[in-house]
Every structure is written in C-alpha cells, then in structure tokens.
C-alpha cells in the first residue's frame, strides 16, 4: 500500500535537525516511552522529547551523548502527561530499526538538507 505523494512544498516545511541527548530515561507505568533530553543548541536550552523507542533501548544511558535526528518544528505534544517538543526520526521497526545519526560528530542544531 503506497501513502500519499507530497509536494516539495510540503516536505520542505519539515525541519530535521541534529541533536544530542544529555538525558534519557524510561517513563514511569509505561512499556513503549523513553523521555530525553535534547540539545539542539537553543538559547531556551534542551529540549524534552518523548518517544516510544523502550523496545528498542535496553539501556536508555546508552543514549548518552548520541547525536540523532529529529523533526524539530512540530507542535508539542503531551504524551502520558509530559509536553514533547519534537520527534526522533528512525526507521524500521523489530530487526529493522534503527536510529539515524551523523556519519561523524556535527554541532547540536545541525539541519538536514
């Protein structure tokens, strides 16, 4: 089942920046939600995400100093009683997933191109 096409137009509106965690832990009485902490060198400072990638992350202090993408222009969201200020972009799910990430450190704030 093909999804719909989009215009460039519409695909330019989605920012994908570079981040790198400095927090992440699991939610409490969730299985799926991890909540991190995100720098994408902002005056305001990190920023919260949450996201439901726990199957995927034994240990969330793996995470730590990751640098990943994520959608950074989305209205925030609250999840499970926490505000979510973005999404992690990844791709594949079971044996498949899998984090997108720099092929070499870049400054926090980065933008996809």
Excluded: W
Aim: no cysteine; net charge negative; aromatic share 6%.
């Amino acid at each position: 089942m093909s999804k719909p096409r989009i215009s460039i137009d519409e695909f330019s509106k989605i920012e994908v920046q570079v981040g790198t965690v400095k927090t992440a832990e699991r939610v409490p009485d969730t299985d799926k939600l991890l909540r991190l902490t995100v720098d994408f060198n902002e005056e305001s400072g990190p920023r919260q995400i949450v996201s439901g990638i726990a199957a995927y992350v034994n240990e969330p202090e793996t995470l730590l100093g990751r640098q990943l993408a994520f959608v950074t222009n989305l209205e925030p969201r609250i999840i499970r009683g926490l505000e979510s200020n973005g999404m992690l972009f990844a791709v594949g799910e079971v044996e498949t997933f899998a984090f997108l990430t720099p092929d070499r450190t870049v400054p926090p704030g980065t933008s996809a191109h």
